[in-house]
Structure formats: structure tokens, C-alpha cells
DNA sequence: TCTTAGCACTCGAAAGTTTTAAGTGCTAAA
DNA sequence: TTTAGCACTTAAAACTTTCGAGTGCTAAGA
């Protein structure tokens, strides 16, 4: 259904004024003070006919309407005009990730940092997905007397590391064998697959150079798989502030989405890479998310999934402004990533994505 | 002031009456379910005097006592039988912190998980305090093409690592140089000295073998100092589901606290070590700490500090519970750090004061 | 035909009132 | 020294009234 000019305007005014105050908006304070150039009895008229279509609610009847879900969704793909960011924010955005740190879990917790702070909004970030990543290189790094560092670098570029203790009993020449025997074994192979069989592909040989093998194997083995993955928050107390989540209900949603993480987890790991995907509230299936939106914006690299930003807030959110904040972050981490990483398909640089502006959505209308 | 026994198991009852029903307590109550052989008037009579002394409080005229910081203080340091732990949960315990992995940081964070889900409190704790601690060993580890990581060893077994990337011109053999110079120059070297004067160390030397050293040196100069250190929370969820949190003003604070972490992290930093540290409600200056209970236990080992855990919760709380649970965990965790790290000074194994059973506090009776 | 002034109506929120019950402190008797 | 008895206090709950924002409908005006 698409509606008339004075319709969307309309919309648009209630949005607005709802955004700012979060209180039901009623017909005569978008006449006065929005210069549409109507009555309030027209007004009045339309917004019952944009409650009939649905872009509008009324939580009774004496009181104004508010937007829907879907009066955000119509808003935010075909009304809405996004704020470019100033010259100072992108600046501060630059700045922030310009340096020469590469670990992607720093970079990460960078950014989200800074989308809670431009937006006023709870910044959320997952790292990367290692299921099917392969194994491009494995060190074993001896440490002080008894302990061993394990290093392994996947073919997205995701470094994970270890230490163990051994007992004394691990010679400096066994540590050469074990690493060019992981080195030799393991390489090019997929986590999971090493994950599930590595007693077939290690043990049995490497117990007879020493038996001090085992809790090297074990730890590996535990480096491969995700398990604990935690969601990255920042900005909690900024939700917890605003007047929606005074509502016992709604604050008992939110704490419930940020202890759990599993639906958030889900989300995070969802939605097209390269570009904002926009929840809004009953868009997503999980209850807890009714009264929120969430965006997010997926991290890519060589086809292989590296991790998620993003921010949750309230359905009621400056869409004009949060969106190209996440934007332009999301962008800038990619370029980032990809341009600082050189991988090994010599991919190297930016392929020229960032002009895109259409935004991603993975619901139907309803 | 010491009581008699008769105010101390009356204090007693009101304390744990309290503990399990958040509402304040009345005569009838104790007299009832208490069975200490007086009737309501006579421990009327005696609320009244406790009252007088501090150790109850009375929110209006027509209603129950609750105990107050005193109260509790009193009850922790002279009434109270602690319960023992069951050997379930000490397996548990012990279990968890029974592995190979010898990264501080993930120890804490284990035992952080433990301490909450036994108490049902927000468990926190807080890592190393780099200040004072010397390099022990500084191993660069080059990974993939262009990536190089940055691995220190502190005096007090400590593992700081970091990984950027550099471009491309920096030969294998310059690494081994590098590698050699920095761990002579900087091999001993107290962390803050280096800080400060890095350049003066480092810098005009290697120059000359390459300017691709700069970002190293900026890189090993960040691994030196604790910018952004994190108070590791679990379990907030316990607390915000209270219902002291219900209130409004106390919800405000803790969301203060769990935020800023400031308060947070310089209490974690100070107190006894080896030992329990109870800081109940005003017993601590910070205004945001006025309705909690925190709890800490500091861990140590050749003299330094290595970080803390600990819980926070409501000044009602389960002191005959918790202050086990946290001892346990506490000492475990001090015996598996000093039992596997086998550091500089070959003083191995435990040391024999885990039998200590005397609380530590910092504050002076009011 | 579209717009709008006018007006009766609805209903939640705020303010005010009454009722209830838990618990106290005091007095006087055991 | 203890306790039964009782008047008193007060917060919380339940109920009632008032207020006002905002609506939908009707009929008149452009």
C-alpha cells in the first residue's frame, strides 16, 4: 500500500514528535506545531486512517497515536531522509580506528565503544565465527620455564591463543617437533572437522615422542570450538535511563536479552553481511525484542563471517542519525579489516561497496 | 559495647528473618517462630534497646526493625557460625579451577562464574596490577605474512600479548635482531620505567636498522601500561531481580557502580590479601555502595598483586553462605596459581595459611 | 468534494479519601 | 523481671472523585 503524500508527511510529523518525547502524539500538536497546513480535524482523520492501514497505534481511546512497528519500517525505507555525519564524528570514528592494532576482538570492542557513544544507545558486537575456518599456521611459543604459548592463525585472519603449563619435562627440541608436526598435520584443515577427529590425526604418533603432549592437544583442541563466545556490550546504563524502560515489563525484557545473549547471539549472526540490517521490535520472533529495535551490521572477509556490530534501543530511536552512525562505522571496520589484512588471496584493499545505501531486511511485511 | 547473650540471638533472629523475607521483622515474629523462650513484649523491649545501640533500625513508627550495617558487622565478626562448604560444592570448585590452562585472566573469570552461580550474587573481579612488575622475557612471534605478535612475560607470571601488523619490509632475520635487542635492553625492567622512557631505550638504536620498528615499540609501550582495565562482572541478573533493586534509587546505583566501575575497581585494588575483605553499605564512602554488601578476597603471589574476586550483593545477604564460598575459591585459587607457576624464585607450592579464619576489614567501628 | 469548527463522549492519570492491618510503646499486674 | 492488654501510629491498599487530553462524528463553509 502506498500513501499519499499527506499521509507519509503525517507520518512522518507523529514519528517525530514521538521520537522526541515518547508520549502518545495527538492531532492538534502536529498541526500547531508541525506546518502541515491542516486542521487538527483533518489531521485527525488521516491518522485514523493511517491506524486502519496500521502505521499507527492508539493505547486508548483518549489518547494519541504512536507509531507501529511497521509505520517505523515504512518510515525508515521510504520517508526518512538519513543525516549525513558531521565532519567532527566521522573524524573521531577515523581516528579511533586508525592504528596499527590487527587483533579483531580490540577492533571490535573499539567500535562498539564508540556507536554507544555517538548514539546514546547500548553498542552490541559479537566476534568471529570460526566453524569452518581453516588453520593457516600453528606456533608454539615457550614461555619463561614451564609454559607454552599456542598460537593459531585462521584463514580469516582470526589469531587464537593459549598457554599451558607442562611440568619441566618438554624439551626445547620436542617443542620444533610438536610445532612442525601440528604445522605439518593440520594446516589447511577446517576447525571442526580437527575438532572432532584431532585424536585420530595427533595423539597416537606424537605420544610416543613424549607423553607431556596430551594437555598441548587438549588445549588446542579447545582453541578450535567457540564455546563462552560472549556478545560485546557497551552502554547499558544509557537504555536503562530512558522513560521506556521504566515500564517493569520492558526493563525485565531487556535484562533478560542481555544475561541470555542466545537470541541476541542468533541475531548478531544473522542478516546480510556488508550492509545494516534493521530490526524493529515484533519483526524478530523472540518476545524479549518486542519493544526494541536492533541494527547491525555484519563483518566479511574472504567469504568467511568475522563478526557482527551493532546497537539495540528502543523501537523510538533516531533512525535518521543512528543508521549512517552504523553505517559508517561498519564501513570503515570493513575497509579496515580488509585493507589492513593482506590474506592470503591477495585480496588486498577496498572493493568499492560503500556506496551502497538500501537497506537490508530479513522480514516480510506484515 | 558487648551484648548479652540474649540481644545477640535476638539480633541474630531479626538478621536472618530479615535475610529471608526483605520485610522488616517484628516482635511477634521472632517470639513465635524463634522459640528463645520470651514473649513479644520482651523482645520488644530489647529491639528497642538494640535499636538505641545501632545495630537496628526501625524504616517508621508502626513497623518491624532491620538490621543495619552495625547490625550486620556485629553479626559477622562475633555471632555468626559460618557453614561449611559440601563436598559437592568443593568439588565443583575444585573442579573447575582443576585444569591446564595457566592464563590468569581465564582462571579469574572461571572462578568469577563459580562464585556467582554459589552465591546467586554478581560475582566481579579485576586483573593484574601491572604497575610494579618487571619484564621477564619479551618474544616477538611473526604470524602469516605480514603480522607479528608481541608477547611479554611479567615477573609475576603474568602474559601480555598483542599483535599488529607491519608492511611487508621487515625480514625474518630483523625480527631475531629485534627480538635479541629488546629482551637485553628491557630484560628486568620495571613496567612504568620503560613507559616512560621507552624512547630513550629503545628507539634511536633500532632505527637505523628500520623505521618499521615504530609501531612495535608503540605497540610493546601500550602492553605496559593498564589503560582500559575491566571489572569482570557475572551474574548481574541475580541482583537486578532482588527486590531491594526494585527500588528505584538503589537500581540507579547499581547501575552506577556496574557502569563507572571506578568506586569498584579501586576497592578491588585495596584490602588485605589472603584474606576476606566484608565491606558492608557506608562502610564504604561512596554514596553508590550505601545499600550493598561487597566482598572481596586478593590474590598474591611473590609480593605482587595479581587481581582480585570477589562479589557484590545486597547488604542482606547470606553471610554464613557466602563468606565460605568466597574464602574457598579465594584460597583455591591462590594455591593453584602459586602450585602451577613455578616462577623466578623456585618458591614453589602453598605456604600454609589457608587455615587463617579471621576476617579482614578496613574500616573502624561506628 | 474537501476541510474544519463545534461538541459530546471516553478513559487514563492524578488527587483525594477511607479502610486495613501490622507493629509499636506504655502501663499495670503477675 | 516478664508479660498481657490496649491505645496509638502509619504505610499501604482499596476505593472514589476530578481533570483534561484527545477522540469521532456532525453539520456548516469553501
Redesign the interface.
Known amino acids: 500500500m502506498l500513501l499519499d503524500e499527506r499521509k507519509k508527511r503525517i507520518l512522518e510529523a507523529v514519528i517525530e514528535e514521538y521520537n522526541a518525547t515518547a508520549e502518545p502524539v495527538g492531532s492538534t500538536k502536529i498541526a500547531t506545531d508541525y506546518d502541515l497546513g491542516f486542521s487538527p480535524a483533518t489531521i485527525r482523520n488521516e491518522m485514523a486512517n493511517l491506524e486502519e492501514l496500521g502505521y499507527l497505534e492508539q493505547p486508548h481511546v483518549s489518547a494519541g497515536r504512536i507509531p507501529s512497528s511497521s509505520g517505523y519500517r515504512l518510515y525508515i525505507d521510504t520517508i526518512m531522509k538519513e543525516k549525513t555525519l558531521t565532519a567532527k564524528e566521522k573524524q573521531v570514528i577515523d581516528e579511533i580506528l586508525k592504528n596499527?592494532?590487527?587483533?579483531f576482538e580490540?577492533l571490535i570492542k573499539e567500535a562498539s565503544n564508540i556507536i554507544s557513544r555517538l548514539t546514546n544507545y547500548t553498542s552490541i558486537a559479537i566476534g568471529p565465527q570460526m566453524d569452518n575456518c581453516t588453520v593457516?599456521?600453528i606456533?608454539l611459543?615457550k614461555?619463561?620455564?614451564?609454559?607454552l604459548?599456542i598460537?593459531i592463525?585462521a584463514d580469516n585472519?582470526i589469531?587464537k591463543?593459549?598457554?599451558?603449563?607442562?611440568d619441566?619435562t618438554l624439551p626445547e627440541e620436542n617443542i620444533e617437533i610438536f610445532n612442525n608436526y601440528l604445522n605439518h598435520k593440520l594446516k589447511g584443515m577446517n576447525f571442526n572437522q580437527i575438532y572432532e577427529n584431532i585424536n585420530s590425526y595427533v595423539e597416537d604418533e606424537l605420544y610416543n615422542i613424549s607423553t607431556n603432549i596430551i594437555?598441548l592437544v587438549?588445549?588446542l583442541n579447545n582453541l578450535l570450538i567457540d564455546k563462552n563466545v560472549e556478545v560485546y556490550m557497551d552502554g547499558?546504563?544509557n537504555l536503562?535511563e530512558l522513560p521506556e524502560l521504566k515500564q517493569e515489563n520492558t526493563l525485565k525484557n531487556f535484562?533478560?536479552i542481555?544475561?541470555t545473549q542466545d537470541a541476541l547471539k542468533e541475531l548478531l549472526r544473522s542478516g546480510y553481511d556488508g550492509n545494516i540490517n534493521v530490526y524493529i521490535g515484533q519483526e524478530n520472533v523472540f518476545d524479549d525484542f518486542k519493544d526494541f529495535t536492533i541494527i547491525t551490521y555484519k563483518q566479511k572477509i574472504n567469504d568467511k563471517e568475522i563478526g557482527t556490530i551493532g546497537l539495540i534501543g528502543p523501537k523510538r530511536m533516531d533512525y535518521k542519525k543512528v543508521i549512517p552512525v552504523i553505517k559508517y562505522v561498519g564501513e570503515a571496520l570493513q575497509e579496515k579489516i580488509k585493507g589492513?589484512?593482506?590474506f592470503?588471496d591477495g585480496n588486498k584493499g577496498n572493493n568499492g561497496d560503500s556506496g551502497n545505501n538500501q537497506e537490508a531486511r530479513d522480514t516480510s511485511d506484515e
Open positions: 596499527d592494532i590487527i587483533k580490540t593457516e599456521e606456533k611459543v614461555l619463561g620455564q614451564d609454559r604459548m598460537v592463525l585472519g589469531i591463543e593459549s598457554i599451558i603449563k607442562y619441566g594437555p587438549v588445549e547499558t546504563k536503562l535484562l533478560n542481555i544475561e589492513g589484512g593482506n592470503d
